[in-house]
């Protein structure tokens, strides 16, 4: 490595024998880059430049056409609206719960805060499969909350409300942890400001604190949204799995790798990764925007 | 969260205060706490010995064995990995970062069924190095090699994101110092790096760990489901949950879900005790 030529002797100041390196990493005395980052990139090659450039190459051996057809074809289809449209659908009703969850974390003390705001992340230590089944369990015709709904007419399980109550516990911690630390910060001086100035606690909210909050807001839901878009194990317990109606796009990928295509579930992945590309691009956009709006 | 900020308690509106936390405590209660409760109950809905003959299985106990096999090469790979990637990337400045953090958190918004489908199409039947394989008579699908590459693609960016933020605002100046004084550089990593991040690197550890032993969407797309052999304890659950055997699959799930408990109160006490020596934006 040719870092570990200076490694004896370090000088402080100028070492005019790097300066061939220096166009690529500015000059430093401690050693281990080139092993480091060697370890670095030969470690995410494999592990994820390899894989994802298979994923990206696979699909287009069915041609342009194919590839259209695989994703066009109407269970695919159905499956990509559904994943999309209750993620949006969760994640959007994860906004409302995610601002009261964090506003009583961080504004009032009571008893037994400290505990809830641990289980908050409760969603992400669960493992997926886990939730997935106790979900079930208890929203199924036979569970305590699937029967109270069942009285009154409404099928939870194995419907798409299903889905959407599992993608919802899914995503709330994303919108939590988002929310807190802006909440925390909030200069609260503000707030006393607009109440010096006649505002009620309506106005106070709708004008001086969303608007604070909504860069975060946005990162919070699209998170929730993202992780969403791809889960699996908490969904496809609860979920039914009726082609065309409860059948998620995670799903349909296994399915088509059961029937050995190959190239069908390439198709469905790599379009789910653009797609979510594509929404993530949005939204960085709209949290630029927000961002600068909520500058006086 | 940070410890030091203490909410405040004095509002003008304790009626609507009480109300708001009230609707906290049922959202949460409903939605998070109850599937808990119902994997701890319905595990032991048939008795306790009948929980423990579930647990005892020879399935169940290969289960456990292949989880914990698959998490003990899987996390250190990818704690290795998290320090170099930190390393070079904190403590040096170089062209191409923002693009090497970019490629690090990919795996982050990708879908867990995708991270395994990658390794099917490289190594399945019909993958890219399928025949090669088969010739050679080497599997990674169907067995442990490719649910250990599965959890490592899924784990991958846990260490990494614990530790570059808080090296990058520790800089370089004390191994620099170090350095200086005539220490060789590692005995700089040793004797200062290592100590300055090493509550970070337990709480990427802990964080990789939980999530490879409970992965289920990766390493259910590259097991094949043989019982016994390539069923990690994520993947034993819904294989009993699919034959109609709940209390089985809810006796594995119990120990899943303490795993999870586990994982959540170490990993609370971690940022009560060093929240300060933990990175800021450690949430993900």
Known sequence: MTDQAILPRPTLGGAPARARRSRWVEHSILPGFGVSLGITLAYLGAIVVLPLIALAIRPWELGLEGVWHALAAPRVAAALRLSFGLSALAALLNAPLGILIAWTLTRYDFLGRRVLDALVDLPFALPTAVAGIALTAIYAPTGPLGALAAKIGIKTAYSPLGIFIALVFIGLPFVVRALQPVLQDLDREVEEAATTLGANSLQRAVMVILPALAPSLVSGVSLAFARAVGEYGSVVFIAGNLPGKTEIAPLLIVIKLEQYDYAGAAAIGLAMVAISFGSLILINLLQLFLARRGKP | ?284
Not at chain 2, 41 to 48: I, N, R
Not at chain 2, 179 to 188: E, K, Q, V
Not at chain 2, 223 to 244: A, F, Q
């Open chain 2, 1 to 284: 969260m940070t410890v030091e900020a203490r909410p405040i308690s004095k509002t003008r509106l304790p009626g609507l205060a009480a109300l708001l936390v009230l609707a906290s405590a049922i959202v949460m209660a409903v939605l998070v706490l109850a599937p808990l409760f119902v994997v701890f109950g319905d595990a032991f809905s048939k008795g306790f010995s009948k929980y423990l003959a579930s647990i005892r299985d020879p399935d169940a106990v290969a289960a456990v064995k292949l989880t914990l096999l698959v998490a003990a090469i899987a996390v250190p790979l990818n704690a290795l990995f998290g320090i170099a990637a930190a390393w070079c990337i904190a403590k040096f400045e170089f062209r191409g970062k923002s693009a090497l953090l970019t490629l690090i958190d990919l795996p982050f918004s990708m879908s867990p069924v995708v991270s395994g489908l990658v390794w099917v199409l490289l190594f399945g039947a019909q993958g890219w190095f399928g025949t090669w394989l088969i010739d050679h008579d080497v599997k990674i699908i169907f067995a442990t090699t490719g649910l250990v590459l599965a959890t490592i693609l899924v784990t991958f960016p846990f260490v990494a994101r614990e530790l570059i933020p808080l090296m990058q605002d520790q800089g370089a100046d004390e191994e620099a110092a170090a350095l200086t004084l005539g220490a060789s550089g590692l005995t700089a990593f040793w004797k200062i790096t290592l100590p300055n991040i090493r509550w970070a690197l337990l709480y990427g550890v802990l964080l990789c760990n939980a999530r490879a032993m409970g992965e289920f969407g990766a390493v259910s797309v590259v097991s094949g489901h043989i019982r016994g052999l390539t069923t990690t304890l994520p993947l034993h659950v819904e294989v009993l949950y699919n034959d109609y055997d709940f209390v089985g699959a809810f006796a594995a799930a119990s120990l899943l879900a303490s795993l999870g408990l586990v994982t959540l109160v170490l990993k609370t006490t971690l940022e009560w005790r060093h929240a300060g020596e933990l990175s800021a934006n450690r949430r993900h």
